[in-house]
C-alpha cells in the first residue's frame, strides 16, 4: 500500500504544529539504547564502555556517562581510553554504528566478548553483507558516506576485507570518479583526491571495472540513489551496455537503502507540502541523518535545529545549530508575531521522543495554557 506520510496536527488555536508522520527513534537505535541499559543493568561490578557515542544525541549519551559508562573514542575515532587499559573483565559495547575489524580483532585479542553487547544496527549489518555478496561476484564496492563517520569507516573495513572500497562523499565527488571511469583523467590524480579512503592495493585500472554502490544508512536516500544512477550511467557508456547487461559491470544494490532513514526523510517531504512559517529540526549536532532533515527543511523554510529543548531560551530567542558552518547562533524574535503561526517539526533518528514532547510543550507554553496543551495532546494519542 501506498504510505501516508501526511503530518499530525497539533492545534492550539493560536499555534498550530505540524508534526512529521514518521521522526524520532528507528529500530536500530531503539535497540542500541535497550542493550546499553540493559547491560549496565546486569553488570555492577564491571568496568563498562563505549567504543565511541552510543547514538549521536547529547542527552542519551550524557545519562550513559552519568551512570558510569566511558567512552573509549571520539567520534572522529580518536582515542580516549586505550586499548591497552582494558583487561578481559571489561565489558565493552560497540555502537549502533558497528566498528572496523581492526577494532572487534583487538578486543577479541584481549579477551573480551563483543558479540554479547553488540549492538550494531541489523541495517548497517545489511550493507556489511550485500557488500559481501557482489564482492563474491567481484564487484568493487563504492561506499557513499561520510569519510570520517564511525559507521561508514566500519562499512568500509567490512567491505575492504572481501574486496577493493573506496568512500566517496557526495555527487560532486561521484562527478569525478566517473571522469576516471571513463579514463578522462590521470591514474595519479586518483590516488592523490582520494588519498585515504581507498583499500589497500587499489588498482584503477582494474578495480573500477565492476562496481557496486552502498551508502551509510544515514545519508540521503535520494543522494545515493541519484549517485547510484550516475555511476551507472557512466558504466553504460564506458562499456556500452544496455539494461540487459549492465549486471556485467553494475551491481544492483538498491536494497541496502535503510527504511527507517528513508520513511523520516519521505515524511519530512509530506511535512514540507504544507504551508508554515518556520520548521525546528530536533537532534544531536553530529547526527548525520539529522542534518540531511535539516537540509530539507531549509530549503524552503526559516529552519532551527536544535539539541535541547534548552535552547529555545525564550519566546523571542533561539540558540540554533548551524550544521553547514558548525557554529551556535541566536536568532531574535524567531516566532515572529504571526497568528495562527504554524510551525512544522520533526527529529532525527536518534533523538527521543520525549525531547520533542518537551519542546512542543515549552513553545506551546508561549501561547495557550498547560491544560489545553494537555487536552489537544490527549486529542492526537486517543
Not at 525546528?280 to 539529522?290: A, E, P, R
Not at 536544535?306 to 557554529?327: A, C, G, L, V, Y
Request: aromatic share 8%.
Amino acid at each position: 500500500m501506498k504510505k501516508d506520510f501526511t503530518p499530525t496536527l497539533l492545534d492550539f488555536g493560536p499555534l498550530q504544529i505540524l508534526l512529521a508522520r514518521h521522526f524520532g527513534f528507528c529500530y536500530g537505535v531503539e535497540n542500541a539504547i535497550e542493550i546499553a541499559f540493559k547491560t549496565l543493568n546486569e553488570n555492577p561490578d564491571k568496568r563498562i564502555f563505549l567504543l565511541s557515542e552510543m547514538i549521536h544525541n547529547p542527552s542519551v549519551n550524557k545519562d550513559l556517562l552519568d551512570r558510569g559508562v566511558r567512552f573509549m573514542q571520539d567520534t572522529k575515532g580518536n582515542q580516549i581510553v586505550p586499548f591497552e587499559d582494558l583487561n578481559a573483565n571489561d565489558v565493552v559495547i560497540i555502537p549502533a554504528f558497528g566498528t572496523t575489524l581492526d577494532i572487534e580483532n583487538k578486543l577479541k585479542a584481549i579477551g573480551i566478548a563483543i558479540e554479547k553487547y553488540n549492538t550494531t544496527c541489523p541495517f548497517v549489518e545489511k550493507v556489511w553483507n550485500r557488500s559481501e555478496q557482489i564482492a563474491q561476484k567481484n564487484y568493487s564496492v563504492i561506499v557513499h558516506g561520510k569519510p570520517t563517520h564511525e559507521e561508514t569507516r566500519a562499512t568500509f573495513s567490512h567491505a575492504a576485507a572481501n574486496t577493493p572500497s573506496l568512500v566517496i562523499n557526495d555527487m560532486n565527488e561521484a562527478i569525478v570518479l566517473a571522469d576516471f571511469i571513463k579514463g578522462n583523467r590521470s591514474p595519479q590524480e586518483f590516488y592523490t583526491i582520494f588519498k585515504g579512503r581507498f583499500s589497500e592495493g587499489f588498482d584503477l585500472n582494474k578495480d573500477l571495472n565492476r562496481i557496486g554502490v552502498v551508502n551509510q544508512t544515514t545519508m540521503l536516500a535520494s543522494d545515493t540513489q541519484a549517485i547510484s544512477d550516475f555511476l551507472k550511467q557512466a558504466m553504460i557508456e564506458k562499456y556500452e551496455l544496455n539494461e540487459t547487461n549492465i549486471a556485467d559491470r553494475f551491481a544492483d544494490t538498491r536494497d541496502t537503502l535503510c527504511y527507517a532513514t528513508n520513511d523520516n526523510q519521505s515524511a519530512v517531504f509530506g511535512l514540507l507540502q504544507e504551508e508554515a512559517d518556520l520548521a525546528i529540526v530536533v537532534g544531536g549536532y553530529n547526527s548525520s541523518n539529522t542534518s540531511h532533515l535539516v537540509e530539507l527543511c531549509e530549503e524552503k523554510l526559516p529552519t532551527y535545529y536544535i539539541d535541547h529543548p534548552d535552547r529555545i531560551i525564550s519566546q523571542s530567542n533561539i540558540s540554533h545549530f548551524n550544521f553547514h558552518t558548525k557554529e551556535e547562533k541566536n536568532t531574535e524574535n524567531f516566532l515572529g508575531s504571526k497568528t495562527p503561526l504554524r510551525i512544522l517539526m520533526t527529529s532525527g533518528a536518534s533523538c527521543p521522543d520525549a525531547l520533542v514532547e518537551v519542546v512542543i510543550r515549552k513553545i506551546a507554553n508561549y501561547f495557550v495554557s498547560e491544560e489545553t496543551i494537555d487536552k489537544v495532546s490527549s486529542g492526537i494519542i486517543s
